[in-house]
């Protein structure tokens, strides 16, 4: 009885080793050398140029990628990742504060409006592969619709014209258009 317990501790003791001595799985980048050459220069002079410039925002922007519509404005503390993969149309809204995670495609028709904290994250990795690769799932808002305060929508959501997403909601999922959305996770108001 002793030895089948020896052994099995034995096992165990080898495999726990032989697991340690793995290398761990290797992370490559995604992003190709311009690219982080463009990244560079937008988290610098980009950012540089966005707080000096208020009224240049959207033309600022489009020097890195951007397709932005007419009369858009952006507050001071809006946080944009990658600028090439936001595509807009005319007279939408940031607040303050909003987050715009756009490792993915975030787009926006027109006279959207984002409010104060809001957060649209179009970015992921996949949790079931060991080297959690980065996944980048688009995000869509139809034209008239409105974010509220430190909302969230998550990746790979696509919301219909007029909808409104009411404050500190959290949208997991798709909605059509003509909608109001509140709690985590979202769901239509009544």
């Keep these: ?73 952006f507050a001071r503390s809006v946080e944009i990742i990658i600028p090439w993969n936001l595509k807009m149309g005319n007279n939408c809204h940031f607040s303050e504060h ?38 980048r799932p688009p995000i869509s808002i139809g034209s008239d619709s409105f974010i509220g305060i430190d909302a969230y929508v998550a990746p790979n959501v696509s919301l219909g014209e007029n909808t409104i997403v009411h404050p500190r909601a959290s949208v997991y999922r798709s909605f059509d258009g003509g909608c109001e959305l509140q709690g985590n996770p979202a769901r239509v108001v009544e």
Aim: proline share 4%; aromatic share 8%.
């Design 1 to 73: 009885m002793e030895t089948e317990t020896d052994n099995s501790t034995q096992n165990i003791a080898e495999t726990q080793k032989t697991a340690m001595e793995q290398a761990p799985p290797q992370r490559r980048t995604v992003w190709t050398r311009k690219q982080k050459v463009v990244r560079l220069l937008w988290g610098t002079f980009g950012r540089i140029l966005w707080v000096f410039l208020p009224h240049a925002r959207s033309s600022v922007l489009r020097l890195f990628g951007a397709k932005i519509g007419r009369g858009c404005t």
């Design 98 to 135: 909003v987050i715009l995670y756009t490792l993915g495609t975030i787009s926006l028709g027109d006279d959207v409006r984002i409010d104060t904290k809001a957060h649209l994250c179009a970015g992921s990795h996949d949790m079931r592969d060991t080297t959690f690769p980065l996944t």
